[in-house]
């Protein structure tokens, strides 16, 4: 199949980043410049919030089966 827009690689490259859901090499390059302890507190932040959202799951699921 023949899609015109799809074949620059420039447009390929990024409708294969948002398939893979991957970031740009931009935003990972960076990573690299932010200071360890800052992306200490951001992957903490990350982790209370994904915590949080697994026990707010685990309250809605065990609601629903009982």
Known sequence: MF???FSR????K???QVVNLSPSEDIIEKLTEVHPMKQI???AIIQ?????FMLLSFWIINGVVN
């Open 9 to 12: 690689p420039e447009t390929e």
């Open 14 to 16: 990024k409708v294969l």
């Open 48 to 52: 209370v919030a994904v915590f949080g």
């Open 41 to 43: 507190f951001w992957a």
């Open 3 to 5: 899609i015109p827009w």
